[in-house]
């Protein structure tokens, strides 16, 4: 479960972007002034920050520059273009000015974390972990020897966490890593995969979805 930081004020705002994450799968945390949300994070990583700029005490703009390796949505009634460039520029991954539609909050969102999670060196669901640096997986600790296929597949599954990835899609998604995989040979590969992270710490990560192909699947 993907966990958002929402920075605001308004409690409104806040109480209205807690619901809708909610209902959508994400773990929300909530902060109301900067010098909170300093607080919170110290403590904690979320996946991604959404930022309102005017914040009791240390504002989002004084904010920004000390969230690290997070990838943070600015929130606001600003609507000035030079706010945005200098904000773009100075970190945020993006900028939705209110009011905003909850849909297109949504998808920007969604898009953001994917972007971070395909460029992160580090993927994690649960207790596995892949290592895109080194090609390893770890499921409990335990080391799990994957395929080069198998790796691929499990390396797509967990940069794409909310999805459900089509058959189709993944074998073009993998094809110039493992040419060898064809749609017939396809679910055997992920058979194997399936009955190696499982014995490695007793979880089923992988989920087949009938008549479509494989998503990921948080333990539970």
Request: aromatic letters at 4%.
């Amino acid at each position: 479960m993907k966990h958002v930081l929402v920075i605001d004020d308004d409690v409104y705002i806040g109480n209205m972007l807690e619901e809708l994450l909610t209902r959508e799968g994400y773990r929300v945390t909530r902060a109301y002034s900067g010098t909170e949300a300093l607080l919170v994070l110290e403590g904690a990583r979320p996946d991604l920050v959404l930022l309102d700029l005017m914040l009791p005490g240390l504002s989002g703009e004084k904010l920004l520059p000390h969230i690290k390796d997070v990838p943070v949505i600015v929130v606001s009634a600003k609507v000035d273009t030079e706010s945005k460039i200098s904000l773009l520029m100075e970190g945020a991954v993006d900028y939705v000015t209110k009011p905003f539609e909850p849909r297109e909050l949504l998808a920007r969102i969604v898009a953001a974390l994917r972007k971070s999670t395909a460029t992160a060196p580090m993927l994690s669901c649960g207790s596995l972990s892949l290592d895109t640096i080194s090609h390893t997986v770890t499921a409990s600790g335990v080391t799990v020897k994957l395929t080069r296929t198998e790796y691929a597949i499990l390396k797509l599954l967990m940069q794409n966490p909310t999805q459900v990835l089509t058959k189709s899609l993944l074998l073009d998604r993998i094809s110039t890593d493992t040419p060898d995989c064809t749609e017939s040979s396809l679910k055997i590969h992920v058979s194997n995969l399936r009955k190696k992270l499982r014995e490695a710490d007793g979880e089923d990560y992988v989920e087949a979805v009938w008549g479509i192909g494989f998503k990921l699947r948080e333990p539970r």
